[in-house]
T-cell receptor, first 111, second 112 residues
C-alpha cells in the first residue's frame, strides 16, 4: 500500500529565503504526483501536477521535482513571501482515481 | 465563475442523526470525490464517482453513502453508523484528461 510522508511537519523561515519541502513515497509505481496548498479552514488549491513520465514542473516561483526511483519529490519555493504561509500537501496518484495524501508541511514565512 | 461549491460551511449534528453534505460543480468534470481530513493527517478517500449513476467505495466508506444522479452533483450522507464523524469534509472533481483535482471549500461537521 502506498504511503506518503512529508517532513518536516512544520517549517518557519524569514521572508526572502529559498526553501525546499520534501515528500517521500513507498511505491515507485505511481500514476502522477500533485502538490497542493491549503490555507486554514479552506479547501486545497492545486499548485503543480507531475505526470509519471516527467521529472519536474515549474510555475512562477515554484518548482516541483520527481524522482520515482528514490521515491521522492521536492517542492522548491524561491524568494518566499509571507503570503506563501500555508500548509503544503503532497499527493501521489496510485491510478487516475485514487490519490494518497501526505499529512502536509505547515509553512510560516515571517516578515 | 466555474468551480466547486460545498454547503453548508459548518454543520452540527446530534448523535444518531443522518446528515447530507452538498457538493456541486459547474466545471463539466466527469469524476467527483469525497475526502475526509482529520487534524495532522492526510486526506482519506471516502467515495468517488467516474460517471453518473456509478460510484465506488474508497478506503473509509463505512458509515457513509453517496449518490450521483446528475453530473454536477455528488451529495454525501453521513449516517448514524459512522462512529467518529467529526471532521473536515472536502469534495473534489477532475476531468479525466487533465487529472488535476479541483477542490471545494469544505464542510466542517461537528457531532454534539
Amino acid at each position: 500500500k502506498q504511503e506518503v510522508t512529508q517532513i518536516p511537519a512544520a517549517l518557519s523561515v524569514p521572508e526572502g529565503e529559498n526553501l525546499v519541502l520534501n515528500c517521500s513515497f513507498t511505491d515507485s509505481a505511481i500514476y502522477n504526483l500533485q502538490w497542493f496548498r491549503q490555507d486554514p479552514g479552506k479547501g486545497l488549491t492545486s499548485l503543480l501536477l507531475i505526470q509519471s513520465s516527467q521529472r519536474e514542473q515549474t510555475s512562477g516561483r515554484l518548482n516541483a521535482s520527481l524522482d520515482k526511483s528514490s521515491g521522492r519529490s521536492t517542492l522548491y519555493i524561491a524568494a518566499s513571501q509571507p503570503g506563501d504561509s500555508a500548509t503544503y500537501l503532497c499527493a501521489v496518484g496510485v491510478n487516475n482515481n485514487d490519490m494518497r495524501f501526505g499529512a502536509g508541511t505547515r509553512l510560516t514565512v515571517k516578515p | 465563475d466555474g468551480g466547486i461549491t460545498q454547503s453548508p460551511k459548518y454543520l452540527f449534528r446530534k448523535e444518531g442523526q443522518n446528515v447530507t453534505l452538498s457538493c456541486e460543480q459547474n466545471l463539466n468534470h466527469d469524476a467527483m470525490y469525497w475526502y475526509r481530513q482529520d487534524p495532522g493527517q492526510g486526506l482519506r478517500l471516502i467515495y468517488y464517482s467516474q460517471i453518473v449513476n456509478d460510484f465506488q467505495k474508497g478506503d473509509i466508506a463505512e458509515g457513509y453513502s453517496v449518490s450521483r444522479e446528475k453530473k454536477e452533483s455528488f451529495p454525501l450522507t453521513v449516517t448514524s453508523a459512522q462512529k467518529n464523524p467529526t471532521a473536515f469534509y472536502l469534495c473534489a472533481s477532475n476531468h479525466r484528461r487533465t487529472d488535476t483535482q479541483y477542490f471545494g471549500p469544505g464542510t466542517r461537521l461537528t457531532v454534539l
